[in-house]
């Protein structure tokens, strides 16, 4: 048999041998965006490509405590399975694990072989196809922010900020980082391919930003997916806790999950640019503006999807809580940079880090081309500081009434589908309820002593 006759799958398997690779890691994102996976020994890929690996659906639906949610499809028909079947064009090394590559995994209904609505990659992929539908190819670039803990056994929490100082917004180097764990980082995620360009210590102590490139909609989300994974899998080799926790302290802000938007048209040309509109932006970017504050109280429960999101949110946070939007304008939701030209794009300043990449892209996408159908132009932008209540609506300031905003909103449950939709409220509201039987730490020092 000569090369040109082996298979595809076995000539990558040759490869990766000759790399070193013995184990390949197939992952997916779950409802909530974290990283479902399993090892495959490369003897065994073929097997694995050709028939899949199965998963019970119900971990879609299942909680961060191991909580098994009623979503339909899950509990209710028996706990059937999911196929994941490797994608090998997303094959990388993971450079701090010798003799392991990974890849992502596409998911299908085994008994229909269609995709399964909890599948956050397959719902942005239906809305990217709804977008190409009116000539929109949308381009995004991720920006996260995380915070670094340290151990600190015999605590109520068990783990304490990795650093403290307090002034170094937008620095690097040893004196926000004694350890150098954003060189260290960012080092390793080069390697990793997932078009890192560069990152700085953030606002408050122990709290970093990296800065991922531009892409389409779907590489874009499925980089900023393998990238927290990977800032988390990071951490633990060193005996740390990362985490994209919208505010795991009182006393400092918390973390955002910034989306910048442009969209091109099939000859690559930037289409939310136009020298001659108004702030040199197009109709078709000015009606994006539009679609996306007419959605954000949906989209709330898409880009600040936890109970604790809600605690982000306030007056001098920096954190949007209101429904807005400017020109370089930090303190709006919806920020347009200054670049015109080919960099003209929205920056999304609503989302916090513990938003799903792909739910978060998917909805800014849908709310934006909502507004593009509906061609309506936005209200005058904000000019000063805002977070005034006298010149913008409030956006939902609890996790229940997001979630009822999104529900309500027809328009954009349509386009995200209404079997995703049903089972993302089950499963948010059944936190909400968990929530609410908690007896928190607060209640008890707040109540016990005195009452």
């Not at 706990?79 to 701090?96: E, G, H, S, Y």
């Not at 915070?147 to 605590?155: R, V």
């Not at 590489?219 to 393998?226: E, G, K, L, N, Q």
């Amino acid at each position: 048999m000569s090369a040109s006759d082996t298979p595809p799958v076995h000539r990558r398997l040759e490869r990766l041998a000759a790399e070193g690779i013995d184990v390949v890691r197939v992952t997916y994102p779950d409802l909530i965006g974290t990283e479902r996976a399993r090892d495959v020994l490369l003897d065994h890929l073929p097997s694995a490509c050709d028939h899949g690996l199965a998963f019970c659906r119900a971990v879609y639906h299942t909680s961060p405590q191991g909580d098994v949610v009623p979503v339909s499809g899950g509990l209710d028909a028996g706990l059937p399975d999911i196929c994941v079947r490797p994608d090998l064009d997303t094959l990388t090394a993971l450079p701090w694990e010798p003799g392991v590559a990974t890849c992502l995994g596409e998911v299908t209904d085994p008994a229909t072989g269609l995709p399964v609505p909890e599948s956050p990659r397959d719902l942005l992929r239906a809305v990217v196809e709804r977008c190409h539908e009116h000539g929109l190819r949308p381009v995004v670039g991720p920006e996260l922010e995380y915070f670094l803990c340290d151990a600190a056994p015999g605590t109520a929490r068990g783990w304490r900020r990795y650093s403290e100082a307090e002034g170094v917004v937008y620095t690097a180097g040893l004196r926000a980082d004694a350890d150098n764990h954003l060189l260290r980082t960012l080092r390793l995620l080069r390697a990793l391919d997932l078009g890192v360009t560069s990152g700085n210590h953030e606002f408050d102590g122990s709290q970093f930003e990296i800065n991922l490139t531009h892409s389409d909609a779907m590489t874009a989300a499925d980089r900023a997916f393998r990238f927290k994974a990977a800032i988390k899998e990071l951490a633990r080799r060193e005996g740390r806790l990362a985490t994209f926790m919208a505010k795991p302290f009182n006393g400092v802000g918390g973390s955002g999950f910034h989306l910048h938007l442009s969209c091109v048209d099939d000859a690559g040309d930037n289409v939310f640019d136009d020298p001659a509109g108004p702030h040199g932006l197009s109709v078709t970017a000015r009606h994006a503006v539009a679609g996306i504050l007419a959605h954000a109280p949906a989209l709330a429960a898409l880009a600040n999807p936890t109970i604790n999101s809600y605690k982000r949110f306030g007056p001098d946070t920096l954190a949007p809580w209101l429904i807005d939007w400017g020109l370089d304008n930090r303190s709006a939701m919806v920020r347009v940079p200054p670049e015109r030209g080919a960099g003209s794009r929205l920056e999304l300043r609503l989302g916090d880090a513990s938003a799903n990449p792909y739910l978060l892209i998917a909805g800014t996408l849908a709310a934006a081309l909502l507004g593009v159908l509906a061609g309506e132009d936005p209200s005058a932008p904000l000019e000063g500081y805002g977070y005034d209540t006298a010149r913008s609506a409030v956006l939902p300031m609890s996790l229940p009434a997001a979630l009822d905003a999104l529900e309500a909103d027809t328009a954009l449950t349509e386009v995200l589908g209404k079997d995703f939709t049903t089972s993302y409220l089950t499963y948010r509201r059944d936190e909400v309820a968990r929530f609410q039987r908690h007896v928190t730490d607060w209640e008890f020092t707040e109540y016990a002593y005195h009452l």
